[in-house]
């Protein structure tokens, strides 16, 4: 049974750029999240898939985006990078949109680093 | 924001002797977890505890909840070289919705 896997392993952008992370959540799992964790600090939480709609979003510019394919598979994009975005993106993953008792689990992260 | 804190910051200790982190955090919850993280790697699940659970265990762990202290602690017996690694708690943030919120993490060293 495969848990969640993220794409790629490690990314190098430059200033101005644009990035789009890939996602695919555990098998049987239906809601996808994603988080930012840079150096040092815990993860903050970006938003959250489910159903092909974003659900829940945490304290992140528009310039953060996402989608959510049938297939619950989900991307992150990111525009305009700017060099605070370097960070290691996770993605988690869980089932049910309502449900507050569901356990999360992690991909193990895409690495960015913007220059 | 981060709700969850982390106490200590940084633990060492040796092989054979027990670990024990602290969380503290500020609103009502529905549910603590506790994550595992090596190396900045992905992180891994621990325990979940319900708001209505006061102390679980898993194996070599056991994690307390005390709603009224809006505080939690998890116990690693007899640790290993290969509990170091970073660990978080993470709570929901009691409104619809899963996500997660998470403090700083505590970073523990075993040595042999």
């Known amino acids: 049974d495969a848990g969640v896997t993220q794409s790629p392993t490690h990314l190098i952008k430059t200033r101005g750029q644009q990035v789009t992370l890939r996602c695919s959540p555990k098998?049987?799992?239906?809601?996808v999240s994603w988080y930012q964790q840079a150096l040092g600090q815990g993860p903050q939480f970006i938003f959250q898939?489910?159903?092909?709609?974003?659900?829940q979003r945490g304290n992140f510019p528009d310039r953060f985006s996402g989608h959510q394919f049938p297939n619950y598979s989900s991307e992150l994009n990111v525009n305009a990078l700017l060099l605070g975005d370097s960070a290691l993106y996770l993605c988690a993953s869980s089932t049910g949109f309502s449900g507050p008792y569901n356990e999360q689990f992690f991909g193990p992260g895409t690495r960015l680093t913007v220059l | 924001s981060q709700q969850g804190e982390e106490d200590p910051q940084a633990l060492s200790i040796q092989e054979g002797e027990n670990a024990t982190m602290n969380c503290s955090y500020k609103?009502?919850?529905?549910?603590l977890q506790w994550y595992r993280q090596n190396s900045g790697r992905g992180l891994v699940h621990l325990i979940l505890?319900?708001?209505?659970?006061r102390e679980k265990h898993s194996g070599r762990l056991r994690v307390t909840l005390d709603t009224s202290k809006k505080s939690s602690s998890l116990l690693i017996t007899a640790s290993r070289a290969a509990d170091t690694a970073s660990y978080f708690c993470a709570t929901d943030d009691n409104q619809a919705g899963t996500a997660l919120i998470f403090g700083k993490g505590t970073t523990l060293s075993v040595s042999s």
């Open positions: 098998s049987g799992h239906d809601t």
């Open positions: 609103t009502s919850i529905n549910n």
């Open positions: 505890i319900r708001s209505n659970e």
């Open positions: 898939y489910y159903e092909e709609e974003e659900r």
